[in-house]
């Protein structure tokens, strides 16, 4: 929960992300909200004067929010709603960067699980530091000229 005993243990948690908290774990418009202010603003701040950014959204129920698309609209960012079934196709970042990461963790975790005492009845799982520990060293291991290499192939 916003606020909770969760969000206040994120300062023990690894630097080199920006954490936020929501009721049942989703984004929803809260967050995504954050997710503007935190992270698309700063990096649409740091474009090459003459870009028209544009940000492509799936048909998720808060991306297709007024108040979230306005608020994307205000600093000056196209919003482009990719139909359903599409994502795979329109959003470069699923496909070519989010299945390498989500790999790496996985493998993280089979790690970590393999060195456990094997006794399932008392299996604590790992910590929320930890975990994102995992994701951040993750995303780290992805090569910069991969992700720039799936970028372009996708937008030609």
């Known amino acids: 929960k916003p606020g909770g005993r969760i969000s206040r243990s994120f300062s023990s948690f ?4 920006i954490y936020a908290c929501q009721d049942r774990a989703w984004m929803d418009e809260s967050v995504m909200k954050r997710w503007i202010q935190d992270i698309l603003v700063p990096y ?30 205000d600093v000056g960012i196209e919003v482009i709603h990719i139909p359903g079934g599409c994502t795979g196709t329109c959003q470069p970042v699923d496909v070519g960067i989010e299945k390498p990461l989500k790999d790496r963790v996985r493998h ?26 995992w994701i951040i060293d993750s995303l780290n291991s992805l090569e910069s000229e991969i992700i720039q290499s799936h970028l372009n192939t996708k937008s030609a």
Request: net charge negative; charged share 15%.
């Open 14 to 17: 690894p630097s080199g992300a």
């Open 44 to 73: 649409v701040q740091t474009s090459l004067p003459g870009i028209h950014p544009v940000l492509m959204l799936d048909s998720y129920r808060c991306h297709m929010m007024a108040s979230v698309v306005n608020t994307i609209a």
């Open 108 to 133: 993280r975790w089979e790690e970590w699980m393999l060195q456990q005492d094997g006794n399932t009845a008392i299996f604590q799982p790992p910590s929320r530091e930890l975990l994102a520990s």
